[in-house]
């Protein structure tokens, strides 16, 4: 509230921040991004306020939330966009959707009213892309990342979070028996769900299945290797 008032009467909370505020994405940085309409005015201390001057900003794309002048989460999607992976930002559409928060048609009301801010492009091929479709609900953040790793190397679109032989695995190509799983701590870190999850593997095994487990750190520091051992599996 303090960076707010310090960039004026029209300013609000914006960006990673504001999403922050939406509760659609963990807080980052040390500096405060606000946005404001006006074009002239002292600008705050550079250190702790990044002051976005967008003389675009409309009235409607900005909403009281907790007291603080916010932009609105359609507002915030179109500021985060050039700066998010589509398939991070399929997963804040599907946070945001999860929250009740999510308004396509305020989304698409201020991509018409900026059809050439930067990010723009991106944001509407995503929506065009999820029409009759939805955000995928992904589970965990590694997932995402996968599924990124399968758009930049071409790999053919798995199923998400799919049911196979009577389990919910990861992810699963139609019409191979390949099933891929992500393990993550946060979801893999308990011995139940160690047990668990091994039991499910040798259920599908013997179904007929081969399912292979891919780490945080394989998918996020070696994705070439992990892109050839799935393009190898799927052929």
């Keep these: ?6 960039c004026g009467r029209r300013a609000v909370l914006s960006h ?9 994405l963990p807080a980052r940085g040390h500096l405060i991004h606000v946005t404001t309409p006006s074009r002239s005015g002292r600008d705050p201390d550079p ?10 900003l409309q009235p409607w794309e900005s909403a009281l939330t907790d007291g603080i002048p916010t932009t609105t989460v359609a507002r915030t999607l179109l500021d985060l ?19 009740q928060r999510f308004d396509l048609v305020a989304v698409r009301r201020s991509l018409h009213e900026h059809p050439r801010q930067h990010g723009a492009p991106k944001l509407r ?20 990342r996968l599924l990124q790793l399968c758009d930049d190397h071409h790999l053919p679109k798995p199923r998400v979070n799919a049911t196979v032989a009577g389990s919910m695995v990861d992810f699963h190509w139609p019409g191979t028996t390949l099933i891929v799983e992500t393990d993550g701590y946060a979801y ?5 769900a160690f047990e668990r999850d ?4 040798q259920r599908l095994t013997l179904a ?20 050839h051992r799935i393009r190898r599996l799927l052929t």
């Design 125 to 144: 091929r995503l929506l065009d892309a999820l029409e009759g479709v939805g955000a995928a609900d992904l589970r965990s953040t590694l997932e995402v």
């Design 208 to 227: 007929g299945y081969t399912v292979v487990r891919f780490t945080y750190t394989q998918v996020t520091r070696t994705p070439e290797a992990v892109a």
């Design 1 to 6: 509230m303090a960076a707010v008032l310090a």
């Design 16 to 24: 990673w921040d504001a999403a922050a505020h939406w509760d659609l």
């Design 81 to 99: 966009a050039p700066h998010l992976r589509p398939r991070a930002i399929e997963d804040v559409i599907g946070r945001a959707d999860r929250l």
């Design 188 to 192: 893999h870190s308990t011995r139940t």
């Design 47 to 56: 250190e702790r306020i990044r002051l976005h001057r967008v003389g675009t």
């Design 198 to 201: 091994r039991e499910r593997d």
